[in-house]
Nanobody, 114 residues
Framework: QVQLVESGGGLVQAGGSLRLSCAAS??????MGWYRQAPGKQRELVAT???????NYAESVKGRFTISRDNAKNTVYLHVNSLKPEDTAVYYC??????????WGQGTQVTVSS
């Protein structure tokens, strides 16, 4: 059974930092990443990383967020720095297998106070 379990969200002041983690199990993923959904808005891409370590970021988070991956632990991380109130959202872990099966985590809330 495939599972993605996120952790690390919370309440933080503007300018602060958090580290989000997503522990995956059940299969091997070619691409892992993070999306987020703010209230009243569509879910949007934050960052992705391939099993080879190639990364991709949304323009709004470049230079502030860093995605990394530990293939041995099947875990992906998102280091979020210089947080802004507009980063407030539920952050979802996403993973895709080489056979194009997609999976989502349950989400972790990040709230940034001004």
């Amino acid at each position: 059974q495939v599972q993605l379990v996120e952790s690390g969200g919370g309440l933080v002041q503007a300018g602060g930092s958090l580290r989000l983690s997503c522990a995956a199990s059940g299969t091997i993923f070619s691409i892992m990443g993070w999306y987020r959904q703010a209230p009243g808005k569509q879910r949007e891409l934050v960052a992705t990383i391939t099993s080879e370590g190639r990364t991709n970021y949304a323009e709004s988070v470049k230079g502030r967020f860093t995605i990394s991956r530990d293939n041995a632990k099947n875990t992906v991380y998102l280091h979020v720095n210089s947080l802004k109130p507009e980063d407030t959202a539920v952050y979802y872990c996403h993973a895709r297998t080489i056979s194009l099966n997609f999976y989502w985590g349950q989400g972790t809330q990040v709230t940034v106070s001004s």
